[in-house]
Nanobody, 126 residues
């Protein structure tokens, strides 16, 4: 599985961005998809995850820091996962990466994911 993330950019505090992660290969719908971020000088951290088949009974999970502001979703027909980010703050500035794991259980640890896309930079100005 190859992942390609996009959608980052510069936005003012309070603004919104939507990140996309396109996956190649088959069986996308059976993969757990996750979004992580890494701010300068900090370790990579979990942001959000979605199990397969959100629209047919799957689940989502969010880090406390983004709960209520970010929404993860997926379109299995397009092999794409999304991260809608609203009410952005400068603390959200980071390189955001998408990841996939061949499992039904959402994971929050970096080493639990099997595949990674390149990062996309999100910069939030105050």
């Amino acid at each position: 599985v190859q992942l390609q993330a996009s959608g980052g950019g510069l936005v003012q505090a309070g603004g919104s961005l939507r990140l996309s992660c396109v996956a190649s290969g088959r069986a996308f719908s059976t993969y757990v998809m996750g979004w992580f971020r890494q701010a300068p000088g900090k370790e990579r951290e979990f942001v959000a995850g979605t199990s397969w088949g959100v629209w047919s009974g799957g689940t989502t999970y969010y880090a406390d820091s983004v709960k209520g502001r970010f929404t993860i979703s997926r379109d299995n027909h397009l092999n794409t996962a999304y991260l809608q980010m609203n009410s952005l703050t400068p603390e959200d500035t980071a390189v955001y990466s998408c990841a996939a794991k061949a499992s039904t259980r959402i994971a929050t640890m970096v080493d639990e994911y099997d595949y990674w896309g390149q990062g996309t930079l999100v910069t939030v100005s105050s």
